[in-house]
């Protein structure tokens, strides 16, 4: 049995991230020295605004974008909505037809929604059982008044790597904007918005390593867009409010950072990942892989246990210290399972019986082998008292109730 280690074990790195020390300590002086509003004309409006265009340099670098098409927003919510609506609305347009997928983020999910509710029409893709979008179906459902393209970069739950390039190339090809929610892949997989044919890219800083409620948006030279909050014109008028100067530095700094380390944080995640496939499938009967086993974020490992509630799963190692989450949102006392396993095809009893790990570049072998020794136990445990498990008489219930 390995030690338990000094501290708890963070691996939920899809939820969010922790702030690397360098990058509070660039955020530090804009908290209170440089107070600077990046509007003003004197000194400190001044030192604000060279900050910002400092950090916009490197979040373009990031994505091999100009800086001049990096829009700072307050997140990778905002990003989504700021595309989505931004490309639909523009010139006053109230029709048109919207492609998506079914294993988008809400973030785009929810603005495409609204905009059906206002006239448009979406469709929105299916996926295949491994977790990915096809180019072909993509291209199938272009029509006339198709107005524009969104599909994710790298999923949130599973992981899985999509087909942006391809897809991208067929968005051009008929002259439609294509927007990519990169939020999860950018730090993980290098992203070129140049050759990867993308027209409008969300990502969020405090998935890599920044500050919360802080993200951008790449709109490439040329797209038209509305903005969606109006004011006093700040960010090209794409996005009014005075600028978040400590937070667009921090994401600046994670960025930077994110650009140095990420072939070094890949390989050591995917090293620790590998070994969870390897031992999880392993040791604990009947255990799946959920998603493709490769083409997917190192950072990702995705589980399915017949016979569990993933809430259960996610509490009982909460209790051993080790903090993960699972394929279902238990909110309002309803289990809702994810909509991207069962838009895989996966029963909604399939769904609730998955753990959702995911890494970060502090994790390390021994919290990976304390996880490995605690989960059989967990799960074994779990089974006895299910009332999905088969092998054992039902007690009353319908299986449905929410572990709080
Ligand atoms: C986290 C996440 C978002 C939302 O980003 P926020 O900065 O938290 O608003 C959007 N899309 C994906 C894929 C995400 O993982």
Do not use: W
């Not at 992981?159 to 002259?175: F, L, N, S, V």
């Not at 496939?277 to 009967?285: G, M, N, R, S, Y």
């Not at 790990?357 to 059989?376: A, K």
Request: aromatic share 6%.
């Amino acid at each position: 049995m390995s030690k338990k280690p000094m501290s708890r074990i963070y691996f939920d790195h899809s939820a969010t991230t922790p702030m690397l020390p360098e990058v509070v300590e660039a955020m530090r002086p804009y908290f209170i020295e440089q107070c600077g509003n990046a509007s003003s004309i004197h000194s400190f409006g001044r030192e604000a605004k060279r900050a910002i265009e400092r950090a916009r340099v490197y979040v373009a670098k990031l994505i091999n974008a100009e800086p001049s098409e990096v829009i700072f927003t307050s997140g990778g919510t905002e990003s989504d909505n700021l595309a989505i609506k931004g490309i639909a609305t523009h010139e006053g347009r109230s029709r048109g037809h919207i492609i998506t997928s079914k294993m988008e983020h809400h973030a785009v999910l929810e603005p495409c929604a609204f905009l059906r509710r206002a006239g448009f029409e979406v469709t929105e893709l299916p996926i295949t059982p491994d977790g990915f979008v096809e180019p072909r179906l993509v291209e199938a459902a272009i029509r006339k008044d198709t107005v524009l393209i969104s599909v994710m970069m790298a999923n949130s739950e599973i992981g899985t790597i999509q087909p942006t390039k391809d897809i991208g190339a067929i968005a051009r090809a008929e002259g439609i904007p294509f927007h990519t929610d990169a939020v999860q892949a950018i730090g993980k997989v290098p992203v070129d918005v140049k050759r990867g044919n993308i027209d409008l890219l969300s990502l969020s800083s405090h998935k890599f390593h920044g500050p919360k409620g802080v993200g951008a948006l790449f709109v490439r030279e040329g797209v038209q867009i509305e903005p969606i909050i109006h004011g006093g014109g700040h960010e090209r008028g794409l996005r009014s409010s005075t600028e978040n100067v400590p937070g667009i530095i921090g994401l600046g700094k994670a960025s930077e950072i994110a650009m140095a380390d990420m072939k070094e944080s890949n390989e050591s995640m995917r090293r620790l990942r590998d070994r969870m496939f390897e031992a999880v499938l392993k040791t604990v009967p009947d255990s799946y892989l959920n998603g493709h086993p490769t083409r997917r974020l190192a950072s990702n490992a995705h589980f399915r246990f017949d016979f569990i509630e993933g809430e259960g799963l996610v509490l009982g190692l909460d209790m051993l210290g080790i903090a993960a989450s699972t394929g279902s949102a238990c909110s309002t006392g309803s289990l809702e399972p994810s909509h991207v396993l069962l838009a895989m095809g996966l029963k909604h009893e399939q769904a609730h019986g998955s753990l959702r790990i995911t890494l970060g570049r502090e994790n390390n072998q021994e919290e990976v082998s304390y996880f490995l020794d605690v989960l059989p136990g967990v799960v074994s445990r779990l089974r006895e008292i299910s009332p999905f498990n088969s092998k054992r008489p039902m007690q009353g219930g319908n299986g449905e109730s929410c572990v709080q």
